[in-house]
Nanobody, 115 residues
Framework: QVQLVESGGGLVQPGGSLRLSCAAS????????MGWYRQAPGKQRELVAT???????NTADSVKGRFTISRDNAKNTVYLQMNSLKPEDTAVYYC?????????WGQGTQVTVSS
């Protein structure tokens, strides 16, 4: 069974930083486009950032310049470095893996930005 396990969430003050990790198992990680999505209370899930097998990235305008996605194929892990966090970044962050018609999701990790 495919597993995507997120970690690194928590409570942080505005302006602070967090690094999320997503460890994948039971997939050939290097074949998958990996992504981070988030869902705030009462809102739809939205794209944060994706990274392709070749390392090309796509980042939402709302986080561009503050968040960076990266991947380590040797560790089957994708990361999201989040800097200059704002209260509006508060959400559950989900890891996503996609290849052709297959898609998998993690369980999510809570990020709360508050003073």
């Amino acid at each position: 069974q495919v597993q995507l396990v997120e970690s690194g969430g928590g409570l942080v003050q505005p302006g602070g930083s967090l690094r999320l990790s997503c460890a994948a198992s039971r997939i050939i990680f290097r074949f998958y486009t990996m992504g981070w999505y988030r869902q705030a209370p009462g809102k739809q899930r939205e794209l944060v950032a994706t990274i392709t097998t070749g390392g090309n990235t796509n980042t939402a305008d709302s986080v561009k310049g503050r968040f960076t996605i990266s991947r380590d194929n040797a560790k089957n892990t994708v990361y999201l470095q989040m800097n200059s966090l704002k209260p509006e970044d508060t959400a559950v962050y989900y890891c996503n893996a996609q290849v052709s018609d297959r898609e998998y999701w993690g369980q999510g990790t809570q990020v709360t930005v508050s003073s």
